[in-house]
């Protein structure tokens, strides 16, 4: 550990580590476990903002996906659960609970009569716009530690990792 800078959660499972198997390089497990406890810390504070609407993360995303598409804002359920990374099964009671919620609905696709597509309602626009401007805000606040140059180094590197990782097929 650095003097420069106060303890955290990490250096103590580090120096534990150290002092039990002094053989390993255990610096990895610094740089990882931090991702994983920012990555913790960050969807609380989201989920938070999600919540002051009503919504829940997967709810947000769904919306959000929806409304970024552009007018109509309508999607086919494939686009929706390949662009959120679940399988068809939970996209399809995900939707059965917006469209429950009257946050979407399910129109006919005008280029194959025989599938669905789905669709903010009036309501599930409104919803979104006010939800993303609330978010944005939230993760303004939530950067506000960091100066730009140290933000856009950081996002860098999460580039460069993201990118590695990705590659590799994990």
Not at 22 to 35: A, E, F, K, N, Q
Not at 80 to 97: K, N, P
Not at 109 to 126: C, F, I, K, Y
Request: a neutral charge.
């Amino acid at each position: 550990m650095s003097a420069e800078r106060p303890a955290d959660a990490v250096d103590a499972i580090l120096e534990q580590w150290r002092r039990e198997r002094p053989d390993l390089d255990v610096s990895p497990m610094g740089t990882i476990g931090r991702v994983k406890r920012c990555a913790a810390l960050l969807q609380r504070k989201l989920d938070e903002t999600f919540a002051a609407f009503g919504l829940s993360g997967w709810e947000f995303d769904v919306l959000a996906t929806l409304r970024r598409s552009g007018t109509p804002y309508c999607l086919a359920p494939t686009v929706l659960f390949s662009a959120l990374m679940v399988t068809s099964g939970t996209m399809t009671h995900r939707l059965q609970r917006l469209e429950g919620s009257g946050l979407v609905r399910r129109v006919p696709n005008p280029e194959d009569a025989r599938s669905m597509l789905v669709q903010l309602t009036p309501a599930g626009l409104e919803l979104i716009d006010r939800a993303v401007e609330a978010h944005v805000e939230n993760e303004h606040r939530i950067l506000a530690a960091l100066k730009p140059s140290e933000r856009a180094a950081l996002d860098a590197r999460l580039i460069k990792l993201l990118g590695a990782l990705e590659s590799s097929g994990e």
